[in-house]
Structures are given as structure tokens and as C-alpha cells.
């Protein structure tokens, strides 16, 4: 009753100060640090995603253990279990699915097979896993089913054993109806180590500033706290105020679930960044892609440098827009739908659009990259192209145009693509270009140009280019898909001073034309290894 009362006046007086949950205008925000503000994924119950997972680099799960009963188990997952069976849903799939529905489940056996199979087994012996249990138990007190907790303890003597035997580095959590809540007690002392997760709005209150193991709130290690409905962020607001109670210096990050918005996400971490940090940093269980979270926690997560998120009000009719990075300023490039105008937008000067004359604005689809370290390239299909010094972007004045060359709108040759090589300092435009009559494919470097094939029609293409410092060359490959033959050609070309441009080739690297071949120069102890890829081949020059 003390708990219930004490959490309702925190509650009430949250509630009637709206300041309580909003950002913190009193206190300076401060920038966290890498990795500070992370996710766990939660709901991602089919185990065909996690391989793609793990290699993105997750390693927080929360995973939806749910109790069937044995008829349900023989009804849904086709299978004999007399105490019942766990399989991985977060939803009820009785009520959710026909009767007839024959649909394949994962289940937490299942899992544990999965964290040893050999080609997942590295993942779970280098870093710590953390596979948090919210168990779905929807027949009462889970407490009263001994069925249910059979199967439950025959789950956790398995995962203990599979944790000892394969030596795989994998904590699981409790969390869900396998807490030690107020209505389950028979938790306090069940499946030994694994610590829970507590709840700041349902579990007792004293728990979270008391480790009493009589009473089972040593078993409460993991702070959970809601941030759903209107108040999102009235938890982590109260539980800030109490300096996170006994979690304060705990090993495990502070978690809250389960925003989904960007709105959400902005004031949560607003109101944690505006308080004491905590040695393990703050962690959303999210149930969104994770690419969507690291962009919509980019500006709270400015350190980490893994993806942006700013407004450019000044752009309100773009296509096609190409965001580059240029001596560490960020440059919109965009074709204006209503004037046909090429557009640019600084991130240092996001209201005010700057536009190329009719004269000189290019024809989308536009092709946008870094040329030098101060200037980008844009360029065109029609044979155009403009290169622009962005140094005025460090006073947050406008992209200033360097010069514009190379053709008209009416010329013959068309840009195929671009690359970019520097020796010594000094940096080289390289562009593809269908000559059009005069030449089927050509490369052009700076003032040069070398037709590569005349007879040619090209329309797509790929070029690369690289410096090699030790020899003063430039090296660049290029490959085409000539439309004429239905083939796919290659072409290595160097550059020095003293003997000009030398080109070798075409190679035929294949027979059928499928999409834009790709090509690269990698670098390797003092070597250069040219690559193409064509639609079935992967060639090496």
C-alpha cells in the first residue's frame, strides 16, 4: 500500500507539472558519448533475421517466449508437448490464427540451437549477448500452473548447460511474467543467477532502491522503465530525479520501451542527457528497424557520427536529392521540380537555397560526389558537368561556384560517370563519356582523352581511379555495357608525366549485358589490383 501511494503522488505530481516530463530547458545538454545511447531489438521472434542482425552489429535481443498449453502446442506448432511448449510470439497466435493454419514458429529450444549452430557460434563467443525473456503467460498467476513451470525450468536447466558446454557468451534476463513481481512470488528464488528486469510503474517500489533478498528485490538488477501514451517521458523523468535509485552504478544499461517515434525518442534522450550519466548509458528497446533508430537519435548521438538528422527548411520541391560530405560539410544537391533549376543547401546555412542560372543548371538524374577535399562534382547525362568550392561553407555562407565545363546541353558527348584520382597532390577529373559518333566510349582526364572504343553504344558504365604514389601514376579502370555486341568491356589506363596517358585493352569480361558493371582498384602490400563485376563474372586486371 506505501508503494502504490508513494508511486501515485510521483505520478500526480509529474502529471500536474508538465515541465516534469519536457525537455530540460534549465540544464545544458550534454553531448554523450560513442555508443552511449544504444537499442536493444525487441520482437524480432523469427530467427531467419537474426544472422543479418548480428552482423549489423546487434547484440541486445528481447525475444517473446509464450506458454501454450499441450493442446495448443499439437494445434499450432504440429507437436507432442504434455506440459506445454514456448514458442517465440508476441501475440497470441490462438486468437490470431485459424485453427487449420499450419505456420512455422521458432521456439526458445529453437534458440538455443541456433546460438551453437557453428555458423552462428562466433557471434556469441566474442562480445556478450544479452537475450532478454518476455514471457507471455495469459491463464493467471503463472505461479499456480505447475505445467507451465516445468517447462520453464526444463528451458533453463538446457540453457545453462548449452551456456557451460559450447562456452558461448550469452546472458538471458528475466523479464515479462518471469519477474518477481507483486502476484509472483515463486520467482524470487527460480532460475538462479538470471537477474529481472523492474518496472518503475507496476513492480514494487521499494525494489528499486533496495536489494533485500527476502523479499526478492535482489533479483530486480535492470531498471525497464514505459515511455508509451502521452506522458513518454514521465519515468525516466521521475527515476532521473531519484538519480536511478540503486541502479545509479549498475552494470546494466538504463532501458526504456518502447518508443517509436522520432518525437519520443528526441525528448527521452533529451531528458537523460539532461541529468547525471549513467556508466552504461541509456538503451530504447525498439521493435523498429535499427536503421530508423540511428536516424532518428542521429542529433542526440552527434558524437558517434553514424548518421545525420537535420531539417533544411529551405528545400520544399526537390527530386532526386544527393546528400555528400565535403571537407566535413554536409551539401544537399537537388533538381527543383517547379523551376527545373539544380539546387544546393548547406547544413550550415539550411534555410537559405542557393540555384545555378537556367543557363548553367544541369539535367537530372544528376550524379553528386566529393572531388577533391574542398570541392564536389556534379554532373549530367547531357555532357555537362560544374565543380563547386564548398570552402565558403566554413563562415556558413552558400556553396560558391569554382567554374562549369565540359559541354553544352546540346553536346554530343555524354557524361557516363565520374571518379576522382590524386598523385603527389594534385587531383585528376576522370570522366566516362559516350563520345557519340565520334566515339562509342572515352575517357577524359583533366585536358586528355583516350577513345577506348569506337564502334561502341554506351549508355551504362563504371569507372574507378587510384594513386600510386611509388610510381607517380594514375591508375583508372573502366568497364561498359556496349549495347551494340551485348558485352560487357574493360579498359586500365596510367597516367604520368612523361609518357601521357596509356590505355590497355578493351577486356572482354562477359558476353551478356545486364546492369551497370562495377569496378574498383584496391590496394595491397605496394599493389593494385583492378576488379570488375559484370551481371555473372568477377573479373581481376
Not at 65 to 85: F, K, R, W
Not at 95 to 113: H, N
Not at 320 to 333: A, E, L, M, N, S
Request: glycine share 6%.
Amino acid at each position: 500500500w506505501r508503494a502504490a501511494c508513494c508511486c501515485c503522488a510521483l505520478a500526480l505530481a509529474c502529471a500536474a507539472a508538465p515541465l516534469c516530463f519536457e525537455r530540460d530547458s534549465q540544464t545544458t545538454a550534454r553531448v554523450p558519448a560513442p555508443g552511449e545511447i544504444s537499442y536493444q531489438i525487441h520482437s524480432y521472434n523469427d530467427l531467419r533475421q537474426w544472422p543479418q542482425l548480428l552482423r549489423r552489429g546487434v547484440r541486445h535481443f528481447k525475444v517473446d517466449p509464450t506458454y501454450l498449453n499441450s493442446s495448443m502446442c499439437a494445434q499450432i506448432l504440429h507437436v507432442n508437448a504434455e506440459d506445454g511448449c514456448l514458442p517465440l510470439t508476441h501475440d497470441n497466435p490462438v486468437a490470431a490464427l485459424p485453427q487449420s493454419a499450419a505456420v512455422r514458429f521458432d521456439t526458445l529450444q529453437s534458440l538455443l540451437d541456433f546460438v551453437t549452430l557453428p555458423s552462428n557460434r562466433h557471434f556469441f563467443t566474442t562480445d556478450r549477448v544479452s537475450i532478454a525473456l518476455c514471457l507471455k503467460f495469459r491463464d493467471g498467476n503463472i505461479c499456480g500452473n505447475r505445467r507451465a513451470m516445468a517447462v520453464l525450468r526444463q528451458f533453463f536447466a538446457a540453457a545453462t548447460q548449452t551456456i557451460f558446454q559450447a562456452g558461448v557468451n550469452v546472458e538471458f534476463i528475466l523479464d515479462g511474467a518471469l519477474t518477481p513481481g507483486y502476484v509472483r512470488g515463486c520467482m524470487r528464488s527460480e532460475f538462479q543467477p538470471w537477474v529481472s528486469t523492474w518496472v518503475p510503474s507496476r513492480d514494487p517500489w521499494e525494489a528499486g532502491f533496495s536489494d533485500d533478498p527476502a523479499l526478492g528485490y535482489d533479483r530486480f538488477q535492470v531498471l525497464d522503465m514505459q515511455a508509451e501514451g502521452l506522458a513518454a517521458g514521465l519515468w525516466v523523468d521521475i527515476m532521473r530525479h531519484f538519480t536511478y535509485g540503486k541502479f545509479s552504478a549498475d552494470k546494466y544499461p538504463l532501458l526504456v520501451w518502447e518508443p517509436s517515434d522520432q518525437a519520443d525518442f528526441a525528448l527521452l534522450s533529451s531528458l537523460y542527457l539532461a541529468g547525471r550519466p549513467h556508466p552504461r548509458g541509456l538503451m530504447f528497446s525498439i521493435n523498429i528497424d535499427p536503421a530508423r533508430f540511428e536516424v532518428f537519435t542521429a542529433t542526440d548521438r552527434d558524437s558517434s557520427d553514424t548518421a545525420w538528422n537535420f531539417a533544411f527548411p529551405s528545400i520544399v520541391n526537390a527530386t532526386q536529392p544527393h546528400v555528400v560530405v565535403v571537407d566535413g560539410h554536409t551539401v544537399v544537391v537537388y533538381t527543383d521540380a517547379q523551376t527545373g533549376l539544380t539546387c544546393w543547401a548547406t547544413r550550415e546555412a539550411p534555410h537559405r537555397a542557393e540555384c545555378l542560372t537556367e543557363e548553367l543548371s544541369l539535367l537530372p538524374p544528376l550524379s553528386v560526389t566529393a572531388w577533391d577535399p574542398a570541392r564536389l562534382l556534379i554532373s549530367d547525362y547531357a555532357g555537362r558537368y560544374c565543380v563547386f568550392d564548398v570552402a565558403a561553407a566554413h563562415s556558413g555562407g552558400p556553396v560558391r561556384l569554382a567554374h562549369a565545363a565540359y559541354g553544352t546541353a546540346g553536346s554530343s558527348s555524354a557524361v557516363i560517370a565520374t571518379a576522382r584520382g590524386c598523385v603527389f597532390g594534385a587531383c585528376a577529373l576522370v570522366l566516362l563519356v559516350d563520345g557519340g559518333a565520334s566515339c562509342g566510349a572515352a575517357l577524359r582526364v583533366n585536358g586528355q582523352m583516350a577513345c577506348l572504343c569506337e564502334s561502341c553504344v554506351v549508355k551504362r558504365g563504371s569507372v574507378a581511379a587510384a594513386m600510386d604514389d611509388a610510381r607517380g601514376l594514375l591508375l583508372v579502370v573502366a568497364a561498359v555495357a556496349d549495347q551494340a555486341r551485348g558485352r560487357v568491356l574493360a579498359w586500365t589506363l596510367r597516367l604520368d608525366a612523361s609518357t601521357g596517358m596509356v590505355s590497355e585493352g578493351p577486356n572482354l569480361i562477359a558476353s551478356t549485358v545486364g546492369d551497370t558493371p562495377s569496378v574498383s582498384i584496391v590496394h595491397h602490400d605496394r599493389d593494385f589490383f583492378m576488379c570488375v563485376q559484370a551481371p555473372t563474372v568477377v573479373a581481376m586486371l
